[in-house]
T-cell receptor
């Protein structure tokens, strides 16, 4: 049973346009969400995160939106650049339960290709 | 300012052999996580350790897999009597504390022949 779902395996976007990557989750206990970016043969690199008490977090070209009622989050990249081409993983964690190990639950990833 | 280091980067083993994967966390980090990524899948949590202690091994297969994080030296993920289904990328992450951002190493790609 997949608790974090990224339903689009791939996405192609023109350079300069907006990239929107989507993520859905089923476990209502998740209260902290992260996006990681991964290049081939490398480990995931932390990109941006959001707490469930917020609905938006912005860092430069990257913005994450959270819709708790829909159990949905999205990552917006504006403007998209060729160097953004990578696999993007959405991850969720039960952060504030007071117990547990803070293990991340990952989606399967979306491969973003930014076309020059 | 070295990041998380993992070695070897690639490991080939025959069925029945042992695989030993090493992870050196970032400087100042005392929390280590191991994740496994099967082909076309996301990363799956295996085990969480602090120095000399296993805190959560709920994602670890019950047999053949073990992990340690000694007082001195790297964290080790050990897989005994490997089978073809163990072929995967194994990633280690470290953090400064619980609920802190996890930083990942480059991974060890294990191939079992």
């Amino acid at each position: 049973d997949q608790q974090v779902k990224q339903n689009s395996p791939s996405l192609s976007v023109q350079e300069g346009r907006i990239s929107i990557l989507n993520c859905d989750y089923t476990n209502s206990m998740f209260d902290y969400f992260l996006w990681y970016k991964k290049y081939p043969a490398e480990g995931p690199t932390f990109l941006i995160s959001i707490s469930s008490i917020k609905d938006k977090n912005e860092d430069g070209r990257f913005t994450v939106f959270l819709n708790k009622s829909a159990k949905h989050l999205s990552l917006h990249i504006v403007p998209s650049q060729p160097g953004d081409s990578a696999v993007y993983f959405c991850a969720a964690v039960i952060a504030y339960s007071g117990a547990g190990s803070y293990q991340l639950t990952f989606g399967k990833g979306t491969k973003l290709s930014v076309i020059p | 300012n070295a990041g998380v280091m993992q070695n070897p980067r690639h490991l080939v083993r025959r069925r029945g052999q042992e695989a030993r994967l090493r992870c050196s966390p970032m400087k100042g980090h005392s929390h280590v996580y191991w994740y496994r990524q099967l082909p076309e899948e996301g990363l799956k949590f295996m085990v969480y350790l602090q120095k000399e202690n296993i805190i959560d091994e709920s994602g670890m297969p019950k047999e053949r897999f073990s992990a340690e994080f000694p007082k001195e030296g790297p964290s080790i993920l050990r897989i005994q009597q490997v089978v073809r289904g163990d072929s995967a990328a194994y990633f280690c992450a470290s953090s400064m504390g619980l609920k802190e951002t996890q930083y990942f190493g480059p991974g060890t790609r294990l191939l079992v022949l």
